[in-house]
């Protein structure tokens, strides 16, 4: 025994100058072993590792259960195609093949997914062992990957190609067949809501005839959990502060398709009861942090508001010194719902809340870790999270960094999790995103009063490059019109949340039944929009462009004013102005509550040769009247005037059509030349108001993912004031023959539309019928737009 034991300690001596103590420990450990098993058949791996997997028992035996462990331990590194296990007295004989190694990994057939996506998890590496186990790992995990995209049909086949020496090449088959379709959408326990909202509030659509338009109805789990999240924010924002949600789908063959079903289980109603601010902090007093509320007592409950309230006095205390202060919405049911329901079939409760301010334990963010933006770079992620790594950890502004990039429309899911960092004060945010598109193409045509026939070419990227940028371009071109427009803006410019935008547009307008003269603009703009808070924001803008009207002989002999217009030749208007624009819009597409207000004010003569003022408001106010059924009130205003001694450029000036009073066509009302003998145009004004009145509704049996409304409209307005003629009726102040119609009359009319929000932007039909005119307007009951509602 002890001179077994100075042979290892002599071994020991003679391993430790190459490879270390641990070595001779290994060394000296694995002599028992050694003279116990033979290893035969191994090419690669060291016999001494395949070894390793045996355990020797008292004695020096090694017994029929640790013969068995050692089989399965051998499997289970993926190594060999075949281990065995035989006795040859009182030695173990082990006889092992080999994988072959991985040398190339590749895929065939895969058109819906990438290569780089489909080798991301895989267990077979390049370079590693090909492993039979790992294989179908594989295979199933790539099935996996494609029936979260609907396409339940597809097959995957491994094949082996040899490559050189004892290397394969591994090839993944794959046969993607068609994608399972979603034929019907189920709701389960919806009584506040029909079916019909719900399915306008998910992104998941069922198969119809206007599927190719919207390419909703396929299969997508990671869409359909989506859909849950979306479902359960509406409830919570209108009140059901208890709302549970789940989905389920299912193969149905005889619908050659799956049915997806979601289970509500809405819960009471609730009314906002008392609302409150606590402070904890002896340097914060709890009035000052009052103005943050969104929430108020007796308003239906809003979860949104609660979250937006929580960011919000998070975000000012960590800029007013307090970063590790937490907030948190304590709720309180103050009274159960009455047990008979509401009109709407609702049951209303009462909540109290109080926004609890306390000082939160001393964290910080060791890492923000990214995983699965495969085109959005890095930094676009992180810039919207209010904290970087080292900052103090604040769960409500990474739970606000967290809305944001769901808001930014890039990713179809955003999961947030933390886990502990290198100390105990240490956090690491994990952000995990799934891509989704954000280009845009498109090819619309379409008919206008102004612009005859026409076709629009637009190309758009909402996230250029992963960059976040926007870049646009648009070509249209029209029996009257030509044009091109080309956008960029950077919404982050110099890493600030301030967004810098560049404007390049041409615009040919052809004479025509409205208007006798041809016209022609050309410029650029550059804009910087400052937002102050998510509802009020300030876009200030600079302006250059050319401007310049021809006349054309064919179609008669022009106004006087016209005349002078293209006498005096093209001219360059420079101007500075802003935009300002507050909304509390539930839906900015297709808002149901809120009012969105805008200003726009431009002032030019900062160089270039036209000097004038122009002020422009545009309010609407929405809300829900009933079930499906919107009202929307509108009120619209503007006021030009000239400086410096000038008259107000022609084509600076307001017209009356469409976009102000439906009923009436492009140039069809405000002040004008009704000269005999002319063609008596409309000379443009300098003040106008007008109000609308609407109420929308989905359109009846029309699929809900189609977004195709109908709605029932009132107008009326009046535009006045030129600066061709004084401001008296039938003035002749530019020649004794020359009559200038000026009237503040007001115009209206009744209508029905349908406005759809279509893959390709915004379009609307109007159909409306004047009630109020004067006998010189111009009118046009159809009328067709396409762009912002």
């Keep these: 025994m002890m001179h077994g034991r100075l042979t290892a300690a002599v071994l020991c001596v003679c391993l430790f100058g190459f490879f270390g103590f641990a070595a001779c420990e290994r060394a000296a450990a694995a002599t028992p072993a050694d003279a116990a098993i033979t290893v035969a058949g191994n090419r690669h791996v060291d016999a001494q590792s395949i070894r390793s997997h045996f355990h020797i028992g008292a004695g020096g035996r090694i017994d029929a259960a640790a013969l068995d462990a050692a089989l399965k331990s051998l499997y289970a590194t993926n190594l060999f195609q075949d281990v065995e296990i035989s006795r040859q007295g009182d030695r173990v004989l082990v006889t092992v093949v ?59 086949e491994p094949e082996t190609i040899k490559a050189k020496g004892e290397r394969r090449n591994l090839v993944f088959e794959i046969k993607e067949g068609g994608k399972l379709a979603v034929r019907q959408i189920l709701f389960v326990g919806n009584n506040a809501y029909p079916q019909s909202k ?43 502060a208890d709302v549970g949600v789940r989905s389920s789908a299912d193969y149905e063959a005889d619908k050659k398709g799956v049915v997806v079903t979601f289970r509500i289980e809405e819960g009471p109603r609730y009314r906002f009861g008392r609302v409150d601010v606590e402070s904890h902090l002896k340097s914060v007093a709890a009035a000052t942090l009052r103005r943050y509320l969104r929430t108020q007592a007796g308003a239906i ?35 159960p719902p009455s047990a008979s329901p509401r009109a709407d079939g609702s049951r209303m409760g009462m909540i109290n809340l109080v926004y609890v301010v306390d000082e939160g334990k001393h964290l910080y963010v060791e890492r923000i870790e990214i995983h699965g933006n495969t085109k959005t770079r890095d930094e676009v992620i992180r810039r919207q999270f209010d904290v970087v790594e080292g900052d103090a950890y604040n769960r409500a502004l990474i739970d606000g960094g967290e809305r944001r990039l769901k808001a930014l429309g890039y990713f ?12 105990p004060d240490r956090v690491v945010v994990d952000v995990t995103v799934a891509e989704q598109d954000t280009g845009n193409f498109s090819v619309m045509g379409g008919y206008s009063a102004a612009d005859g026939p026409s076709v629009e070419v637009s190309l758009g990227e909402r996230n250029f490059l992963g960059t976040g940028d926007i870049a646009k371009a648009s070509l249209t071109y029209g029996e009257y019109v030509k044009g091109v427009d080309l956008a960029f803006i950077d919404p982050y410019f110099l890493d600030q949340r301030l967004s810098l935008g560049v404007d390049l547009f041409g615009k040919e307008t052809l004479a025509n039944s409205y208007q006798s003269y041809d016209s022609t603009v050309y410029g650029a703009k550059i804009s910087l929009g400052t937002p102050v808070n998510d509802q009020l924001g300030v876009q200030w803008n600079y302006s250059i462009y050319n401007q310049g009207l021809a006349l054309d002989p064919a179609v008669g002999t022009a106004s006087l004013p016209v005349q002078q217009a293209a006498a005096a030749g093209p001219m360059w208007v420079s101007s500075v102005g802003t935009d300002t624009t507050y909304s509390t819009l539930d839906n900015p597409k297709i808002p149901t509550n809120g009012v969105r207000l805008q200003v726009s004010d431009e002032f030019a003569g900062l160089g270039g040769a036209a000097k004038f003022a122009r002020t422009a408001e545009d309010v609407r106010y929405y809300h829900e009247i009933v079930g499906d059924v919107v009202g929307m009130v509108r009120a619209q205003g503007g006021y030009a005037t000239p400086w410096g001694g000038q008259q107000l450029p022609l084509l600076d000036g307001f017209f009356g059509g469409p976009q102000l009073v439906r009923g009436f066509a492009p140039d069809g009302f405000g002040p004008r030349d009704i000269t005999p003998g002319t063609t008596q145009d409309n000379l443009g004004g300098n003040v106008y108001w007008t109000t609308s009145a609407e109420l929308q509704a989905p359109a009846p049996l029309i699929p809900a993912d189609a977004q195709l409304r109908v709605a029932l409209f009132a107008d009326a307005g009046s535009l006045w004031a030129t600066s061709a003629s004084t401001v008296t009726t039938l003035a002749s ?9 000026n009237s503040s009359a007001i115009r209206a009319s009744i209508g029905a539309s349908l406005i759809w929000d279509s893959p390709f932007g915004a379009l609307r039909v109007d159909y409306a019928y004047p009630i109020a005119k004067q006998s010189y307007d111009v009118v046009q009951r159809l009328n067709f737009t396409a762009g912002a509602f």
């Design 98 to 156: 080999e994988n072959p190694t991985i040398e190339r990994i590749a895929f065939e057939g895969n058109k819906k997914i990438k290569d780089d996506d489909l080798k991301k998890g895989m267990q077979s590496k390049e370079g590693g062992p090909l492993a039979r186990s790992l294989v179908h790992d594989d295979v199933e995990r790539i099935i996996g990957l494609y029936r979260q995209r609907g396409y339940f049909d597809v097959r995957v």
């Design 198 to 240: 719900l399915k306008g509030v998910i992104k998941t659509g069922e198969t119809n005839f206007l599927s190719f338009l919207f390419d909703n109805d396929g299969y997508d789990a990671d869409r359909i959990e989506g859909d849950v999240d979306l479902i359960r924010r509406f409830y919570r924002a209108h009140g059901y």
């Design 301 to 335: 409950y809003d979860a949104d508001a609660v979250d937006k309230t929580v960011d919000d006095i998070a975000s000012g205390l960590a800029k007013s010194g307090e970063p590790f202060a937490t907030v948190l919405a304590q709720s309180a049911r103050l009274s």
């Design 412 to 423: 179809k899911s955003v999961k947030i999790d933390t886990h502990p960092g290198s100390a």
């Design 733 to 741: 102040s530019l020649s004794p023959s020359q009559q200038i119609a």
